[in-house]
């Protein structure tokens, strides 16, 4: 077996019983990425003399008995996610040479904890798309058929992790962008409750549903990713102060006290790919296997949930954009002698279409005469769908439903139509309005041997009870263990 | 039409973009259609209903006021453009 196959709780054990070294471990990750590289796509900046230096580290602290879970495993972090050092460039031209002064929080937690950063990873430019195709600088490849897109926003995070171009990576999550390129990818994906994992340092999209995850090859080793990044931050106001749990405990803990509900609207929508339906029901099957109980629930106000979103997530974005201005940071154009034509010009060459349609439409949204209409009708909308889901966990402990109705689709073939683009985030959008965790699981793969995720979500702050379905279907399936040929 | 070209360059003028004519027409047909989708939140009665604009209920996240280490001015101004005398240096603000 190569070093770059292994899960982080397998090279863990390896490093501390000493039969590797963190060194070995990273230079056979970064040979992978050479290696393959040219045909996935999933890097932005390598950073491979940094790495090496780190694994360097991490070998000091291992022979010196300091061997934590993450210890000399070698990460590949999200290019939204600032890196003291390492250039962020959101995959976009306008931060093309931005190197942050400061480390995001979850970064510097991973690094204290002994992580080494491989490099940055693609995206839809600044986290705006489902398919990473909106990157300012190239399209990731889909590692299990280069002619497909991985899924996005954090499409070169989940493609890195499938093509065992990292040992586990950093993903961001505001409609969806973590639990979809999970699912086209077939990694485990996580998106964290709201306020759970500190956001200071993430560049902001929409920054009340905007959340942290990690994107790894199996639920073992996202619960150890949690266990690092998760956690109150007095740098971000609206993460919350509240005890983080052990996620590791309670894996292996039984099936039998856990309802499953199934939400009608998910299950009975139009448009479900039938090899999707049924991985979905096989999913189901294998689960009642294991002693749970299903019920049905409704979540009514689902079908608005996509049009609420398109309103409040393009709002929050144009003012969180406004920043680009070309004046502190970023790229400027040089052209103009005045101050208002600087920012004008600097906007318009810096700025992707995706991301200028949504500061038009967000700025329409916000704008004299349209707020109560746009934006006050979704955010109270957004109250409804929250509501939904609260009365739903009356009656059950987890939701599970597909992440994305069709298995990823061929590259280019939704760039022309937005909004067919924007109706693909329809499962895994509701959890961001709500604030609750979800998670993106690998259950089968259709029939053109394109990965299928099965999506669980909970209550606010119940990752734990995620983490155990997750780890106890993983255990019953063997769907994670299969690799994709490169 | 949703939303007409004028109104599509008054919104681009708002939020600083410029955009010559297919770019005009690209996004007011687009943005148009995905007004016209947002449309389908009037059929929700929302009477009485509160809006969310943030989906834990946390209020007013009070720290002591303690100085703490900062930047130091060279780093904070190493990702100018341009810069001059320890200050982000710009084009004339007035015409």
Known sequence: ?486 | MKISKEEVLHVANLAHLEFDEAEIDRFSEQVGKILEYVDALNQVDTTGIKPTSHAIFLTNAFREDVPKAHLDRQVGLANAPEQEDGCFLTPRVIG
């Open chain 1, 1 to 486: 077996m190569n070093l770059y196959e292994l899960t982080i709780h397998e090279a863990h054990r390896l490093l501390q019983e000493k039969r590797i070294s963190a060194v070995e471990l990273t230079r056979s990750v970064l040979g992978r990425i050479e290696a393959v590289e040219g045909r996935v796509d999933a890097y932005l900046t390598i950073a491979a003399e940094k790495a090496l230096e780190q694994a360097m580290a991490a070998d000091k602290l291992i022979g010196a008995g300091d061997s934590r879970p993450l210890t000399g495993i070698p990460l590949a972090v999200k290019d939204v996610i600032c890196t003291r050092g390492l250039r962020t460039t959101c995959a976009s031209k306008i931060l093309a040479n931005f190197v942050p002064p400061y480390d995001a929080t979850v970064s510097e937690k991973l690094q204290k904890a002994g992580a080494i950063f491989l490099g940055k990873v693609n995206m839809d430019e600044f986290a705006m798309g489902s398919s990473t195709e909106n990157s300012g600088f190239k399209p990731t490849r889909n590692p299990w058929n280069p002619d497909y897109v991985p899924g996005g926003s954090s499409g070169g995070s989940a493609a890195a992790v499938a093509a065992d171009m990292c040992l586990g990576a950093l993903g961001s999550d505001t409609g969806g962008s973590i639990r979809q390129p999970a699912s086209h990818c077939g990694v485990v994906g996580l998106k964290p409750t709201y306020g759970r994992v500190s956001r200071y340092g993430l560049v902001a999209y929409a920054s009340s549903l905007d959340q942290i995850g990690p994107i790894t090859k199996d639920v073992t080793d996202c619960a150890l990713l949690m266990n690092a990044i998760a956690g109150h931050d007095s740098k971000d106001s609206t993460s919350v102060p509240r005890e983080v749990p052990d996620y590791s405990r309670n894996l292996k803990n039984g099936l039998d006290d856990i309802i499953v509900g199934l939400p009608r609207e998910y299950h009975d929508s139009g448009g479900l790919d039938p090899d999707v339906a049924r991985a979905v029901d096989n999913a189901k099957a294998v689960l009642k296997d294991l002693g749970v109980r299903f019920t049905d629930v409704s979540l009514p106000h689902t079908p608005y949930a996509v049009a609420a979103y398109y309103v409040i997530a393009p709002a929050e974005a144009s003012s969180n954009l406004a920043r680009y201005d070309g004046v502190r940071f970023g790229v400027r154009d040089k052209s103009s002698d005045s101050l208002q034509e600087m920012f004008r010009r600097t906007r318009s060459g810096g700025f992707g279409a995706e991301v200028k349609r949504r500061i038009i439409l967000g700025t329409y949204a916000l704008s004299a005469g349209y707020y109560d209409a746009y934006y006050g009708k979704a955010s109270q909308v957004r109250t409804l769908i929250m509501e939904d889901f609260k009365k739903a966990f009356e009656a059950c402990h987890v939701l599970l439903s597909p992440v994305a109705p069709t298995p990823a689709f061929k590259i280019g073939e939704n760039t022309d139509d937005p909004l067919t683009m924007y109706l693909s985030d329809i499962f895994t959008i509701p959890a961001n309005l709500a604030g609750i965790p979800g998670m993106s699981i690998p259950c089968g793969f259709s029939s053109k041997g394109l990965p299928i995720g099965l999506q669980l979500m909970a209550r606010h702050f119940d990752e734990d009870t995620l983490f155990k379905v997750g780890y106890n279907f993983e255990q019953a399936s063997d769907f994670h263990d299969k690799k994709p040929m490169l």
